[in-house]
Structures are given as structure tokens and as C-alpha cells.
């Protein structure tokens, strides 16, 4: 790899990394958060001209920062109605980004206090539709392309990208700023705000696209964004599920990953490699949401479920019984096709491939889930358990096709070409 693509890869990975601090900062100073994630772009853009010349920055996420925040800055100077602006917000504003423009940034972890949480609470704000919260969270604290985004909600393109530049038009002509609600106000959004951190993580357990099969930098965000709000909300049992949820299938990255950098499913993992001390952490979590309610939400369920894997010691001694009993509970509250591909996951091993296979092939001729790499991964390793390899072969080399993940696409066409071990641990997470 040339020095030039190395900086680009540079820029690509900090930009992931740091581009919801970026963004937060910035919207702090305009005001603005549609405005602010374009600014928080704009840095971008010109680090991926610039890096790959001069080579990349010490401290590469405070240049960012810096960068993103002197175009906000300029952007003020050149507003004509800077005054009024001025004027509205009060003196003691106006000092504040008097003193912005005079000092030297330097950016500190502390100095960020929760403006993540706050930027995440603005692009989950209740003027927005369900689609466009969650397309705006991904792209603003993941950091992924609009492509990225695309991927992760199975939508086209277009569609997200216009979904985007309407929710950041909303924002602004309502003058939303970043804020944590509370009361009332903090419960109507709390369900948005839990769906957005869940699919971040997913994008950083199982990665879109990219030659990583794993973000770290994304796990970790999402579940620091989940302690943070187990704090915001004690009596919500959903937000510690979410948390339970995210911590185990956090605690099996070390096994997941071979030293080739290919994926290690689920059955085949070392699991002695598991991070026992996250694992024991989750389990608390659940028990606490199982004590607020004895009403299991969607994310409790998922964690229960999740549960069952981590309680066993061995492949061999997953509860797939209970498992499949779970999920037939999670699709009466949120009936959808990825939890019943899920549902047929877990049966193939409960009862016998071909019941699964009955279940999945009920998807396919529902026309349910076309695009999605899973459904033919799935149906492909269930074929492969009944001995019909040669359909097999067939189901996952579209799956290959279907997929953007480098690492994924590699496993997918290694089973194409002559079969592989059983794949539980790709099978799809509910939504």
C-alpha cells in the first residue's frame, strides 16, 4: 500500500472514530446541527486532500476538530446577520464565541461532557420520521457514507440521502440545539434514542462494508452511550436490556476474529477467549431490567437471548429450545422478517434444518428481505446441512454478491467454492 492510500485509510478510520465528537463540538458553536454535521464533512473532505500530501497530523482527531470548528467560525464572520444573531443569543454568548474565535483549541474527552448524547437526542427529535432519526444518528455519530447507511437500514441510496438532507433541513428551521430532555419529553424519546445506539453497534459488530469484519470504535461507543443513559433513565428496564444486549455480544470480539483477520463463527469459537467480566456485567444489567418489569420489552428479549449463549459453556450446550421460544415472543411484540430468519436459525438446531428451511423458504416467496446477503447465507447453510451442497454453493456465492464486507465476502465465497462450518454467529440481529 502506497503512503498516500495509507493516509486515506488514516482519514477514513478517524473520521469514523471522531466524527460524532466533531460534529458536537461544532454544533455547540453554530447553533445549528444540520449545519454543524456539514462543517464537521467539510473537515473531512479536506483532510482526505490534504493527508495524503503532507501526511497525517500528530493528534489527527483534534485537527479535525479544529479544522471543522475555524470554517464555523468563518461561517459566522460571513453572516450578515451576525448582529442580530449576536443579539438574540445574549451577551454572554457572544463572549463565548468571541473567546472560541480568539483561543486555541484543544480537545479534551472532559471538555465533551455528553454532547454525543445531546447530538444523538437532536437527530432522534420527535419532528423527524422514525427512518430519517435513524439515518441521521448513523450518519453523524457512526460516521458512516450515506452508502454505509444504506446498507445498514436495506434502503437505497438515494432514498437515505434524501431522507438525511430532510431531517438536517427540520433541525434547523425548528432551531433545534443539542440538549439531553428530561420528564416526559426524555420518555417519548427515549425509544428513538435506543434504537439509533442499537444500530450503531450492529454497524460496529458486524461492519457494512470495509475490510473489518469489526468496528471496535463503534461497540465501544455505543455501549459507553448505553451506560451513560442506564443513568439518564434508572427505571426504564429496555435501556438496561439494550445494555445486557450490547456487553455480550461485545464480550466475544477477541474470539471472533482469527489471527488472519477472517471471521470465527459462533460454534467454532474459542470460548475461554470470551470477556468473562463483560459477560458478568450484562448479566446484572438483565437482571436489573427483569426486576423494573416483569414485562419483557424487545431489547430485554434480545438480551435473554443472548444470554443463552453466554451461559453456555460449550456450542453443545445452547438452550436452542429456548431460544426459539424467545425469539416466537419478540415477533408478537415486533413482527419482522429479520426475527423470523432468526427464529429459523435457532429451530435448525432445536429441531432439524429442514422445518428451518420451510421457514426461510416462506421468506423467498414472500419477496421479504431480496437485498439482504443473510437470507441466502442462511438458507445456503441449511441447504449445506441437508446435503444439497450444490444449492448450497449457489445460495451463498449470492450472498457474496449481495454483501459490501470485504472479510464477509472472502468467508462467503471460501463456502461457494467447498463448504465451511455451520454460521450461527451471522445470522442477522433483530431489530
Known sequence: ????????????????????KVTAVVARLVGDVGLAEDLAQDAFVQALEQWPRDGVPDGPGAWLTATARRRAIDRIRRDVNLADKLQQLGHAEQLRVAALAESEFDLALEDLKDDVLALIFAACHPQLSAESRIALTLRM???????????ALLAPEKTVGQRISRAKRTLAADGVTLAIPSGEELDRRLASVLEAVYLIFNEGYAATSGRDWVRGDLMEEAIRLGRVLTALAPAEPEVFGLLALMEIQASRTRARIA???????LLDQDRTRWDWTLIRHALAALARASQLSGIRGPY??????????????????????RIVALYEELGRIVPSPVIDLNRAVALSYAAEPAAALAVVDALVEAGALTDYHLLPSVRGDLLERLGRRAEARAEFARAAELTENEAERALLLRRAASGSPRDVSRAPQPR
Open 1 to 20: 500500500m502506497s503512503d498516500p492510500d495509507r493516509a486515506r485509510r488514516t482519514v477514513e478510520a478517524v473520521w469514523r472514530m471522531e466524527a460524532a
Open 141 to 151: 455519530i457512526g460516521g458512516l457514507t450515506t452508502r454505509e447507511v444504506a446498507r
Open 259 to 265: 489471527p488472519d483477520g477472517s471471521p470465527v463463527l
Open 300 to 321: 430485554v428479549l434480545q438480551a435473554e437471548i443472548a444470554a443463552c449463549h453466554a451461559r453456555a459453556s460449550r456450542a453443545d450446550e445452547t438452550d436452542w429450545a
